[in-house]
Structure formats: C-alpha cells, structure tokens
C-alpha cells in the first residue's frame, strides 16, 4: 500500500511537470530578431522565442528582392503586432518545448490574434515542413491560400518587388528599429504627435495616424500589410479621413484607430 502511494505521489509529480512544460506562458515581447523570431521576458527572465510551424525568409532562401522585402515586411509585421506588448505563448507537445538551438518553440498570441497562422496568412512565411505540430493542417490551408491569393512572397516577383519597393523605399532605418530591452519608454510616447520636420515616416512612426487605402477596398490598412500588397493604387490618409469614407480597419493588419 505504501508503495502504491509513494508511486501516485511520483505519478502526480511527473504528471504535474508535464503540465507546467505545457502550461500557457505570458510574456512581454522585449525584441524582434525576424518576423518569426523574438525574445520574450517571462517572470523577469528572457528567452528566446523561435514561432513554431512558420519560417519567414532566411539569407539561405536566397537574396533575391522579394525574398528581401518579404523578410523586412514580415519582420516589421511582428514589430507592429507585438513590440514591447504583452504575449501568450502556448508550447505544442507535438512540436517539444524547444528546437536545436534552445528557442522555445511556441504558438503566439497577442488577445486572440495567432501570429504564426497570420504570418502564414498575409505570404510573409512558410510552413516549416522540417516539423511536425499539431496545427500543421491549418497552417498548410493558410499558406495555400495565400499562395493563391499571391500575398507576400507568392505573387508575380517583378510586380511584387515594384510595390514593395514604393511601400518601403529607401528606408534602411526602419530595418534597425529593434527594440533596447531596458530602453522601457512609456507607452504614450508613441501616440505622442509630433509637429518637428522630422518628415512623413517619421510622423507615421511616432503618431502611427497614417493608414493606407485602395481605391475599391472597404478597409484601411497598415503600410506593410499583406492585403495590399499587390494593390497598384495605395493611398496613404489619416484615420481620421478613412473613417470620414467609411472605412473599417483591417482585422488582419490592425492599423491605428
Ligand atoms: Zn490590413
């Protein structure tokens, strides 16, 4: 009897690990390496976070533009959906905890939106193939669509490196705004409106009030974001003046409001 109950008490240890290896985490998001790629601080101890089941461009796809401006769009996506906010990142068992270099492999959510499926979503990625996961499924149905749709990295090249190309022009900068761990700058800044000459990008970056529209789209947009990729006729208002049009905000970009 004694043996049976010291067996439950390691069984219920056991299970209990397991448990806590797969219990969902909360995490601020302190940096973005790559669109599929970041470092979360959990309980004041900082891990790196690889997305599980999506590969956003790599140097060894090749350094063709658009695989170029894929990588920059998808990493700047991740910047705007999550940069220094709160995340939840929930671990696969299929998957394992952690991949070859140590990241911890993880789906992650800001509020109910999935990035790694939205990667997916908007062309900015493939599904890892290498790996199985349980969402593998899903994910494989987004990438398609996709594909068909022609987001991201799935359009005609030379078309998609022109519109690429007038998105985010010369604008190396924006490539290195990673975010300084320690540099906690108070949310407010960023909504602060700035009336210096410091030119359009960089009343874009600070105010985020510029979106960006189509001629015949019903929503207003982000810069970068997928959804318009492939449009010849962007047009950059204020929210202010797409909401005047009746426009709603995209759900998948979630530009200012
Ligand atoms: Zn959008």
Known sequence: MKKFLILTIAFAFILQGAFLLFADEEGKVTKVYEGDRIKVKIDGKSYKVQLL????PKKKWGSDELTKYVAK????????????????????KKAG???????????????KTHINAELLKQGYGKVNEDLSFSQKTSFKKYESKAKKDGEGLWGEPKKKVGVFAKLFGN???????????????????????????????????DTGKWVFVTKSGEKYHRKDCGHIANSQDIEKITVEEAKKRGLEPCKTCNPPK
């Open 53 to 56: 089941g999506v590969d956003t």
């Open 73 to 92: 769009a998808a990493k700047k996506y991740t910047i705007d959906q999550i940069k220094k906010k709160n995340v939840t990142l929930k671990a696969d």
């Open 97 to 111: 905890d952690k991949n070859k270099s140590g990241d911890l492999l993880r789906y992650v959510y800001i509020g």
């Open 171 to 205: 604008s190396d900068e924006e490539e290195d705004e990673d975010i300084d761990e320690d540099a906690s700058a108070p949310a407010s800044k960023a909504t602060a409106v700035k009336t210096s000459s410091s030119g359009e990008k960089r009343e874009y970056a």
